[in-house]
């Protein structure tokens, strides 16, 4: 039975590309077909050699002896068809195959054998092409191929009407390598009738038919994400694997009861990973994107661990948490939007009007948001991402593009002097000692090392390790008197965690910060607020 199987694996074996079974059925089913590939085949440099040569043999009184020679002539009918195929669309043929091809042929074409084309057809072809181009990827190799089609006939004993989803999870996982909470998302690919089973010859038609067994991993999560009529995933798409996560996840488990948060989670979990894996922005996360990015690794490591706060990268309940009670604590009117005034109360009113107005002109980013003058949750989680976690390459392209007033692609003195004048400002109201606008300029450049001391470009920004706390520096004024302040030993130990960033930091005093106040103890003078933090350092 196996071995009857395996060759039914038509479409991946390249000996089936014989091309003497593949003209006969064209040329059967549609003459039309034939006279396309005829008149190709015509246009051939081998075959205008075939004919002038058999022209010259005819002239010299050749041809009758050729044509009675019935086995060279059943070797030429026999091999003219399949270079009836233009050279550029052939798939070069087989290990095994006899056939010629019109590039094995050229390439043992001697100036001796032209002059007797008919020997040459009837020689046999020892050289091959091997096949370079595979529309679905390089099929995987036979042992491999057959090593997981044993695998799969274990699956499948006993299950004649196919395996039901509760039964599919372990194919998922242990088969096809996969997260196992993409054993939905899976399923449903392949039982495209809603029969609530697939079996066997289905799961081996879209495994390994459709060639998904030799595809990388992200490729085959991008292809089971994917809606066939697109080319690159929404955020939408996501939405499945999700579901299929907070109802298996163990430490997803205690949401279970409030839908709401689930849906809210999903929701956190798939915007932030849009803002890291979605560089250019629009919306559309192309494979090359996912293949760049981290998401693949995190979702390998989501499924093994069953602390999901350990889970750093996208899935932290615990980062869902903070966000979400960031929105939360803003949307004083809970209609889930915020306007100028309550983001101008972000992070104990560390911002300046100037760069909220930026961020509302919805120049770093446009909202998706259709209520004039208001963000919704996903605008707010890209703006809490950018401005936490400054090292971030998203986050410094969104402030750059802040500062960048005129939108000219560099930033110059007087667009970041806009900036620095209400900061200026605020640290006379407070009676702070204000640091002038030339020696900040002079520290950014220091700090920043543009190639040309007359402006910064992107690429300048992204160059050093110091451009998130010149952002501060322009327009939030709490991170700015704290990193001025700071004592160097506090900066030192968050550097001893280089796997922790900005934003993993954030996340978690802010986590503990929410934890403690909910339980109801008074936090007020352990805020997380770097601002009060600042006051308290010592030096
Ligand atoms: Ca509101
Ligand atoms: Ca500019």
Request: proline residues 6%; hydrophobic residues 35%; glycine residues 4%.
């Amino acid at each position: 039975m196996d071995v009857k199987e395996t060759g039914e694996l038509v479409s991946l074996d390249p000996e089936m590309l014989q091309l003497q079974e593949v003209s006969s059925f064209a040329l059967k089913s549609n003459p039309g077909v034939a006279e396309e590939l005829f008149s190709q085949w015509l246009s051939l440099p081998d075959t205008c050699r075939l004919v002038k040569s058999l022209i010259d043999d005819a002239k010299a009184g050749a041809l009758s002896c050729a044509l009675e020679s019935s086995p060279t002539t059943n070797a030429l009918a026999g091999n003219s068809v399949p270079s009836l195929f233009p050279a550029g669309t052939t798939p070069p043929l087989s290990p095994r195959s006899s056939a010629g091809s019109p590039r094995t042929m050229k390439q043992r074409n001697s100036p001796s054998s032209l002059s007797s084309p008919l020997k040459v057809v009837s020689e046999p072809v020892r050289e091959i092409i091997p096949q370079f181009y595979f529309k679905n990827g390089r099929p995987p190799p036979d042992d491999m191929k057959e090593h997981f089609l044993f695998q799969i006939d274990n699956r499948f004993v006993g299950h004649v009407d196919g395996l039901q989803l509760h039964e599919f999870k372990s194919i998922t996982k242990e088969i096809c390598k996969l997260p196992s909470f993409f054993s939905a998302a899976l399923f449903r690919k392949i039982d495209v009738n809603y029969a609530g089973a697939v079996t066997r010859e289905q799961f081996i038609d879209y495994w390994v038919r459709g060639n998904m067994l030799a595809m990388d991993l992200a490729t085959q999560i991008y292809t089971i994400l994917k809606q066939p009529y697109r080319t690159y995933l929404v955020q939408d798409d996501f939405k499945p694997v999700l579901r299929e996560l907070l109802s298996t996840h163990p430490g997803l488990e205690f949401l279970q009861s409030t839908p709401e948060f689930q849906e809210r989670y999903a929701e956190t979990v798939i915007h932030r990973i849009f803002y890291y894996m979605n560089r250019s922005g629009n919306g559309r996360l192309t494979l090359r994107e996912l293949k760049r990015g981290n998401l693949i690794d995190a979702m390998l490591h989501v499924d093994e661990e069953e602390d999901i706060n350990k889970v750093l990268r996208y899935f932290s309940y615990e980062h869902f948490y903070v966000i979400y009670c960031k929105f939360w604590e803003l949307d004083t009117d809970h209609d889930f939007f915020i306007d100028r005034e309550n983001l101008i109360k972000y992070g104990n009113h560390s911002l300046t009007y100037r760069i909220v107005d930026r961020i509302f002109s919805q120049v770093p980013r446009k909202f998706t948001s259709k209520v004039e003058g208001k963000m919704n949750y996903e605008d707010f989680v890209y703006f809490i991402l950018a401005e936490e976690d400054k090292s971030s390459e998203p986050s410094l392209e969104y402030w750059f593009r802040c500062i960048d007033l005129d939108g000219n692609g560099v930033l110059t003195p007087n667009e970041m002097l806009f900036f620095y004048e209400e900061q200026l400002h605020r640290m006379e109201c407070m009676a702070q000692e204000p640091v002038l606008f030339e020696d900040i300029l002079c520290q950014i450049v220091d700090m920043i090392g543009p190639e040309n001391e007359g402006f910064i470009t992107l690429r300048d920004v992204k160059g050093s390790k110091l451009s998130g706390n010149v952002f501060n520096i322009l327009f939030n004024l709490n991170k700015f008197i704290a990193f001025e302040t700071r004592d160097p030993f506090l900066i030192r130990q968050e550097r001893e965690d280089p796997s922790m960033t900005e934003w993993d930091r954030f996340a978690h005093r802010e986590y503990i910060r929410l934890s403690m106040e909910e339980d109801g103890e008074d936090m007020s003078n352990a805020s997380g607020d770097v601002w009060e933090e600042s006051l308290e350092a010592p030096f």
